[in-house]
């Protein structure tokens, strides 16, 4: 059994739709298919402006839904046939409905809770699960929706939930108890549910985990990610027009790829995966004969290779300085603290004994909460001058290396400071992973383009000759 997932850049237009639903057909003939979908593209992030709009009191909001109503009976008039349309259209009409009914309230009362919120911005996935379902029925494929939304189980921090996998599973291998190999059935991407049935998300570009929860629970023999490029490349194609596809990458520098910025695929999608080592193909819907990027266990003593360059936008750097000689443990200990309650919005964090000063980066959205949390909680230390300074430093963007390096670090960090002198950029601060499998390094956001395509164009050769067959 094979889980295929397809991303919002797959289903974007009728035509890449049409596409999906070519590659499902042909998959069929060699397996059993399990689908998991995502909202259209720019949906969500629709639904998202939808809402805040309306809990400003902005009259704007009509206008995107009326927008997504639109697209969504556009893309039904298109892919559906005529026998199964008046279903689809009934369908797509209870959720929109609803979501208008929502979207009222919030105008009105000016407020909604990040519960109301997810439920909302998951309804794009249950809008396309309908349109790919009616599809299938159209080109004469039997299929059936799955709401992922009731089997998914999560706890209630809403918009980044945690999933409960013994109780996932649990609820996933009961609903696909009585499964039938002719039938294809269409899991919405992105969502879950609390004990108590509130409607959850997983974080955004969250239906890769969706697949792959999926695709454990069920004990698929692959997991499909279908996007809109030719699998995991050596930095994001967007930026770095020679970036190559990479044939293999294991599960430990996919994740770290994906959690230091590489949007391809959601960090925490290799959980589920990666203890069962069931392989997970990236691969792309405008070229689906390409073999893409097979991710899976290292292989033993794997060779030297540097895989990726990557990025992180919108990044902020927190810093305390001059911290009295003898409170920096204290000190440390009550930052510790501060981020664990805050949710660990930290992406580096740096302590050095020697300059006496604690870093943190975070993103910049999440800066403002944090350092009013550490100069309310650490107002004492402030006062009796323990902690010297406190410094944001904004627009940041850290640039990392991904790849398992432990035996040649020294040459990869020289060649990385080489390309940092030769086009004068201005290196922040440096922060390497104690196994080697990723050095990153933070400059001004102005600069983010260059330093990847620079770092990319040092690499270049080493990737040829390492990644490619
Ligand atoms: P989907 O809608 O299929 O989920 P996403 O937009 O979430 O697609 O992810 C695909 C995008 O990820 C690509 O269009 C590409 O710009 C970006 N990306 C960033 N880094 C990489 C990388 N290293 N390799 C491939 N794509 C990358
Ligand atoms: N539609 C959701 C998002 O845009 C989830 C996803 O596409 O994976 O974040
Ligand atoms: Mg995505």
Known sequence: MRVLKFGGTSVGTVESFRNVVQIISQKLKEDKIVVVISALAKVTDQLINSVEYAGQRNPEYKKIFAEIKSQHYEFVHELVSEEFQNDAKSKIDLILNELELKLESIFFLQEYSARVSDSIISSGERLSQIILTSALNSAGIKSKIIDA?????????????????????????????DSKRDCVEVLNGFTGSTA????????????????????????????????????ILTADP??????????????QDAAELAFLGAKVIFPKAMEPVKFKNIPVLVLNTFQPAFEGT?????????????????????????????????????????????????KWPSIFFNYSIS????????????????????????????????????NLRNSLCLVSIIGNNSDNQIETMNKIFRTIEANHFKNILFFSCSEGRNHSFLFAETEAEKVVGAIHSTFLNEFINTNVA
């Open 149 to 177: 939304g009731k089997l998914i189980r999560t706890n209630d921090n809403f918009g980044q939930a945690e999933v409960d996998y013994d109780a996932t599973d649990k609820l996933l291998a009961k609903a696909f108890r």
């Open 238 to 251: 967007r930026l770095v027009s020679d970036a190559i596809p990479l044939k293999t990458l294991s599960y």
């Open 196 to 231: 108590k049935g509130e409607p959850t998300t997983l974080g955004r570009s969250g239906s890769d985990y969706t697949a792959t929860i999926v695709g454990s629970a069920l004990n698929a023999n692959v997991i499909e990610i279908w996007t809109d490029v030719d699998g």
């Open 355 to 390: 300059q006496r000063s604690i870093s943190v980066l975070t993103q910049t959205k999440k800066s403002i909460g944090l350092i009013d949390e550490i100069r309310d909680k650490l107002k004492n230390e402030l006062d009796d001058r323990q902690i010297g300074n406190i």
């Open 294 to 342: 097979l991710i899976n266990n290292e292989p033993e003593g794997n060779p030297y290779s540097i895989k990726s360059v990557t990025h992180m936008e919108d990044l902020s750097l927190i810093t305390l300085s001059n911290l009295a000689l003898d409170s920096d443990t204290h000190l440390l200990e009550r930052i510790v603290r501060i981020l664990k309650h805050q």
